[in-house]
T-cell receptor, first 115, second 113 residues
Framework: DTGVSQDPRHKITKRGQNVTFRCDPI?????LYWYRQTLGQGPEFLTY????????KSRLLSDRFSAERPKGSFSTLEIQRTEQGDSAMYLC?????????????FGPGTRLTVL | QQQVKQSPQSLIVQKGGIPIINCAYE??????FPWYQQFPGKGPALLIA?????SEKKEGRFTISFNKSAKQFSLHIMDSQPGDSATYFC????????????FGTGTRLKVLA
């Protein structure tokens, strides 16, 4: 069990560019979540997958954001036409299929800076 | 109603002290309350969690106290160490069959050697 991994760990981009982040959940975890965390705040929920199905999206996820989990394993989060307000830490978490309370295990995050 | 309010924002204690971090919620449908520890540049790590039918849970030096009637819960760190210096987040799950966690705003703890 190597934990949730995220790539890249840091991304600096210019406003208007597209960026894509990858998340590899813990093996056998069928549930995957994306959160966004800004400085001094707690993580805010963005979206949730069970296997390959995207079951919930936050209103925070504007049309410029899209997430996929094509084979029910890794997931990608893409941000199109980035804005300075998108600068944040993007966190991925996963949880196992069993367990009543969906304990979520977080990855190290991808820190995005939009110039 | 969907918020979890956390206090204090920051906390400094001496080594061996018992820092206490408090959280309050409004929505009685919340049914699971985890605490996370986050070091700079790292993702949050699950520390300890409690269900609302339990009033207290201990794991090592970490204790959660839960007051269902007051809709409050708190984290106590016994015999705190400099290595406990981190940001702590409380969270709540929105209810049975849901998967979204609502997080508090975090408490930055510093334990002085």
């Amino acid at each position: 069990d190597t934990g949730v991994s995220q790539d890249p760990r840091h991304k600096i981009t210019k406003r208007g560019q597209n960026v894509t982040f990858r998340c590899d959940p813990i093996s056998e975890h069928n549930r995957l979540y994306w959160y966004r965390q800004t400085l001094g705040q707690g993580p805010e929920f963005l979206t949730y997958f069970q296997n390959e199905a995207q079951l919930e999206k936050s209103r925070l996820l504007s049309d410029r954001f899209s997430a996929e989990r094509p084979k029910g394993s890794f997931s990608t989060l893409e941000i199109q036409r980035t804005e300075q307000g998108d600068s944040a830490m993007y966190l991925c978490a996963s949880s196992p299929p069993k367990g009543t309370y969906n304990e979520q295990f977080f990855g190290p995050g991808t820190r995005l800076t939009v110039l | 109603q969907q918020q979890v309010k956390q206090s204090p924002q920051s906390l400094i204690v001496q080594k061996g002290g018992i820092p206490i971090i408090n959280c309050a919620y409004e929505n009685t449908a919340f049914d699971y309350f985890p605490w996370y520890q986050q070091f700079p540049g790292k993702g949050p790590a699950l520390l300890i969690a409690i269900r609302p039918d339990v009033s207290e849970k201990k794991e090592g030096r970490f204790t959660i106290s839960f007051n269902k009637s007051a809709k409050q819960f708190s984290l106590h760190i016994m015999d705190s160490q400099p290595g406990d210096s981190a940001t702590y987040f409380c969270a709540a799950r929105k209810g049975p069959g849901t998967y979204k966690y609502i997080f508090g705003t975090g408490t930055r703890l510093k334990v002085l050697a």
